[in-house]
């Protein structure tokens, strides 16, 4: 059972964040808890801590070791940036490794090559108070693209049962870059994340959540149907 959601359906469905995006796979469940946090599984038993799913950002793993969960709230990604989504629901443990008993989720973002040029973001609302994204692409010679970006966002605090503010409004904010470099049937890549933010789950005392990541991937296509990839 396997899904695919296409850049255009992210961008038609005016998703703000990428469990919004998530959204779209008829084969995850997906819940809101609070402000900042989500609960995403496949297969039922859906919570904040589901720890059975295997989600990666460009072939990187993104679970946290504390309880093999994922941190939503530190998973953000420039959507207009994304190339697809790849949903695989069922036990894949066996194919893809730990954390695959009940699914994969893959996030592809695009080659630098196809994010050339200047895109600015804003918006501002009751619930999303702010959101902006600046990115630049540029290309150093033929073979050779690069893009960088900054992006940061103000979320508003969620309503209790009883019509009372829950005071788990938050913010973050982010930046990194992403370089191409494709010399004949190579591909060599190589990108970077760093976060900062303030989520604040249960209304009484802020997260200070900041991190960030490097990936270099090497990938040489031998024919149509095979290739070779090294990543770290």
Excluded: C
Excluded at 67 to 96: C, H, K, N, T
Excluded at 127 to 145: A, F, Q, V
Aim: net charge negative; charged share 20%.
């Amino acid at each position: 059972a396997s899904q695919v959601i296409s850049a255009e359906e992210i961008h038609r469905a005016g998703a703000t964040s990428l469990p919004e995006a998530l959204r779209l796979a008829p084969n995850l469940q997906v819940a809101q808890a609070n402000s900042s946090q989500w609960a995403i599984s496949a297969r039922g038993f859906n919570n904040i801590l589901a720890n059975k799913l295997l989600v990666m950002i460009d072939g990187r793993s993104v679970y946290t070791p504390l309880y093999g969960g994922v941190f939503w709230d530190a998973q953000d990604v420039v959507l207009d940036d994304i190339d697809r989504i790849e949903v695989v629901s069922g036990p894949g443990g066996a194919l893809w490794g730990a954390n695959a008993v009940n699914g994969v989720i893959n996030v592809v973002t695009r080659n630098s090559a196809q994010t050339q040029g200047l895109l600015a973001q804003a918006a501002a609302g009751s619930e999303l108070r702010s959101l902006g994204t600046l990115r630049y692409g540029g290309e150093l010679n033929e073979d050779l693209h690069y893009r960088v970006y900054a992006k940061g966002f103000e979320r508003d605090a969620t309503v209790n049962v009883d019509g009372g503010n829950a005071n788990d409004d938050w913010h973050m904010g982010q930046g990194g870059f992403r370089l191409d470099w494709q010399p004949g049937a190579d591909l060599l890549t190589l990108q970077a994340d760093l976060y900062q933010g303030r989520p604040n789950p249960d209304g009484t005392t802020a997260i200070d959540a900041s991190g960030g990541n490097l990936l270099g991937r090497w990938q040489r296509t031998l024919s149509a149907s095979a290739d070779l990839q090294l990543q770290m």
